[in-house]
């Protein structure tokens, strides 16, 4: 059982002998959000775990599990967009906030499920308008690296997996 569940468990059993439902409910939307969370992370990580959430899990499990209940379960499960805009939506901004490591992992979800390496770089080209060039060369830098990475391990350059 996982911590959010086994909170959310507890909260039932007190709502419940206090005559309240609504907890039981909570429980059981916790769970199916969090499955919701791990099928995103499966649908565009290749049918892998995601690595920095596997070690967030070790000595962070609360932030881990809310990550992958809100963030993926939540949110990245919503209708309205496809993979394909989220996640290049996600690199700009994380490109433009600094944040490396994550547009990182967002660059290589948007390669697995087919976004080319000529379009993330046309998103680093984009963000020295609102972010400037120090953001967007760091940026750039990273994607490099990454496309580096996934051409020595075999991976095709523009998506599709090995």
């Known amino acids: 059982m996982t911590f ?14 206090l005559g309240g439902p609504a907890a039981v409910a909570v429980a059981e939307t916790t769970e ?6 791990e099928t995103v992370i499966r649908d565009l990580n290749l049918g892998a775990p995601q690595p920095t959430l596997e070690r967030m899990r070790q000595e ?3 932030l881990a599990e809310a990550t992958q209940a809100y963030a993926l379960g939540d949110v990245w499960s919503r209708p309205g967009l496809d993979n394909r805009t989220r996640q290049i939506a996600a690199v700009a901004t994380f490109a433009a906030m600094g944040e490396t490591a994550f547009m990182k992992i967002h660059a290589e979800y948007a390669l697995n499920i087919g976004v080319s ?10 963000i020295t308008v609102p972010a400037g060039f120090p953001r967007a060369i760091a940026a750039s830098q990273v994607l490099s690296d990454l496309f580096a990475e996934r051409t020595a391990s075999g991976e095709q350059p523009d998506g599709g997996g090995k």
């Open 60 to 62: 962070f499990p609360f």
């Open 32 to 37: 199916r959000r969090l499955q919701r969370g």
């Open 4 to 17: 959010l569940s086994s909170i959310s468990l507890a909260g039932a059993t007190i709502a419940l002998s």
């Open 117 to 126: 390496e000529d379009e993330l770089k046309e998103v680093v080209y984009m």
